[in-house]
């Protein structure tokens, strides 16, 4: 890690029996940090990133111009910062008043000085030895706190000024299998956080849940697996509710704060084959369906009261885990997403009914779309039989997956960072009475496209108003991070080979590209503003989401070591 100038005492203190906390004694920014309020959440400071896509409408857009078209090719690197090495990490850092929070893979979380890279402080959360360590995705800040949520199902807090730990609250046991891997997002004063990593068989799968800000006490719970004696309940095809698996909530959601609703997506069931998960053959009793609600949906969800609104499900009896729980974009009375498949679809905001559809990548899961309902005709041809190979494009980390799409208010498009390859997919049975105990069961082989043109990795402009397609960039290398538009006029994105690109958002001609980094790009790109200047930063690291795409492009060299940094960019000072 980089020494600080301004380092005068090292501290560490035991402030809990599963965690250690060491304070670094330093002068502002962190002397003069604010409180974030609600109303700083509905409108935050232009300098600031205060939660994972910036906003409660989920755009991932910089309102901020000092780099723009014309200079963006004078951007260097500034500072840098050497992250814990191993675990998955696709990090976003959040920036609050010139100080800058980031979470290391091992659970070291710190804060730095955001125009220098000084450490401030930092406190290390010690997961059991028995989990495997992996950073989040996302956290939140409120009041005076730091909000994050960890491996081993807890939600802690920690004070933004100090690092010292504030709460923390056990949501679920991990001996069971429960996990997070995205964080949490605070709307009108409640921590709203999904459950994850519900493929090792929980019965009836994973939930949201609302808790306390003040204390993390858990106010509300909504399942993702539909129960009871309903339509909802009776979608499972008759197969009791602890024999229903899948359903994470993995990724953080959206806020609708005129409605005071949260718009979150819901994962696939499992395990993937259909037939071995129950859903098939059909049941015979006519009040009885398999489409799984509430898998591959996006819950529309009171935040007070953790009320169910209204929901609307985008590919029912998943069986090629083709998730649609991600990022959830709120453009004017929309709700727009993107699924594995790159099928970009907008529902209405007010009652969940669905609106439009518009594909984006080449797929042959999804043979067409009802334009009136958006039901969607699945290509018989694709879907996995026991003791057969079938070929689908495209595979399980999908054309577009937890790199999230974005939205410029300036140019009324959205950015979408997309793939294109296929898989041979084969089912691995259960034997003869083995019970489930977890996982997919399906075994991916993946290829590219047999017609493609070896360019595995693009970004794509829609228009959102006619969703026609403004400009397509394409490269031999996966894009493996999130768009970052600005108001600048430039977009950020970055890849596979160690490079982040900046696009010009009207055109897609490339303005800039970075020297080659320390490891791929799997994480989200921010903007921000300290002292006056406005920085770009960016983790260099490599998970195990994309990067599975390395097997497509194995001249593509990385570093065995896996080293993480955490990479910031400005334009020079003018002389």
């Known amino acids: 890690m980089k020494s600080s100038p301004k380092l005068t005492a090292l501290v560490a203190v035991a402030v809990s029996l599963i965690a250690v906390h060491t304070a670094i004694a330093q002068d502002a920014p962190i002397d003069s940090i604010t409180p974030v309020t609600d109303e700083m959440l509905l409108n935050p400071p232009d300098a600031d990133w205060l939660m994972w896509r910036r906003t409660f409408n989920g755009w991932g857009y910089s309102p901020l111009e000092q780099i723009s078209k014309e200079n963006v090719g004078d951007l260097q690197l500034v500072w840098s910062w050497g992250m814990s090495p191993g675990g998955r990490t696709q990090e976003t850092p959040l920036v609050h008043d010139g100080v800058m929070f980031i979470q290391n893979s091992d659970h070291r979380i710190q804060a730095l000085n955001a125009a220098t890279g000084d450490l401030i402080w930092e406190y290390q959360y010690e997961l059991p030895d028995e989990v495997s360590p992996g950073g989040e995705r996302s956290k939140a800040i409120y009041g005076n706190n730091l909000i994050v949520a960890t491996r081993d199902a807890h939600i802690i807090a920690l004070d933004i000024k100090t690092g010292e730990l504030v709460w923390d609250q056990q949501v679920a046991d991990y001996k069971k299998g429960f996990a997070y891997s995205s964080g949490p997002l605070v709307a009108n004063g409640v921590v709203i956080q999904g459950m994850t990593n519900c493929s090792n068989a929980q019965p009836g799968g994973c939930f949201f849940t609302g808790h306390n800000a003040e204390t993390g ?8 697996i539909a129960r009871g004696d309903t339509p909802e309940g009776n979608s499972w095809n008759g197969i009791p509710l602890e024999s229903r698996h899948g359903a994470s909530a993995w990724i953080t959601g959206s806020y609708d704060p005129e409605q005071n609703l949260i718009f979150a997506g819901v994962g696939q069931p499992y395990p993937w084959n ?18 799984a609600l509430y898998t591959n949906s996006t819950l529309a969800i009171d935040a007070t009261s953790g009320e169910l609104k209204w929901y609307h499900q985008y590919l029912p009896t998943d ?40 594909e984006t990548v080449p797929q042959n899961v999804v043979l ?5 309902t958006g039901a969607k005709e699945i290509n018989p041809e694709v879907i996995p039989v026991i003791g057969e190979t079938t070929f689908n494009c495209p595979a399980d980390p999908g054309s577009k997956a937890w790199q999230a799409t974005s939205y410029s208010p300036k140019t009324g498009a959205i950015y979408l ?11 691995n049975p259960l034997d003869p009475g083995q019970i489930y105990t977890g996982g997919g069961l399906q075994t991916y082989s993946r290829v590219p496209r047999p017609d493609g043109d070896g360019n595995i990795g693009q970004v794509r402009a829609f228009n ?24 600048g006029g430039v977009v950020f994105v970055g890849t596979l080979d160690r490079k982040l690109i900046a696009f010009d958002d009207e055109t897609g001609d490339v303005l800039w590209t970075s020297p080659t980094l320390s490891n791929s790009l799997e994480s989200f790109p921010i ?20 990067g599975r795409l390395q097997s497509l492009t194995p001249d593509v060299k990385l570093p065995p070591n896996n080293p993480v940094t955490l990479y910031v960019f400005a334009l020079p000072d003018a002389e």
Not at 465 to 484: F, G, H, M, N
Not at 527 to 546: M, R, T
Request: proline content about 5%; some cysteine.
């Open 417 to 427: 960072p997309t793939v294109e390859f296929c898989s041979n997919t084969t089912v």
């Open 464 to 487: 959102v108003d006619d969703q026609s397609e403004l400009w397509q960039y394409r490269q031999y290398a996966p894009v493996t991070t999130s768009t970052l538009p600005t108001a």
């Open 527 to 546: 903007s921000y503003e300290a002292d006056g200047k406005q920085y770009i930063a960016v983790v260099a690291n490599f998970g195990n989401g994309l």
């Open 217 to 224: 006490e858990e106010i509300w719970r909504v399942n993702t």
């Open 368 to 372: 067409s779309i009802d334009p009136e």
């Open 274 to 291: 259909v037939e071995i998960a129950g859903l098939t053959p059909k049941s015979s009793d006519p009040n009885v369906t398999n489409e």
């Open 319 to 358: 069986s090629l885990d083709l998730d649609y729980v991600y990022e959830r974009l709120i453009i004017d009375d929309m709700v727009v997403t993107t699924g594995k498949l790159g099928i970009m679809e907008a529902v209405d905001r007010n009652t969940g009914e669905w609106l439009w559809a518009k």
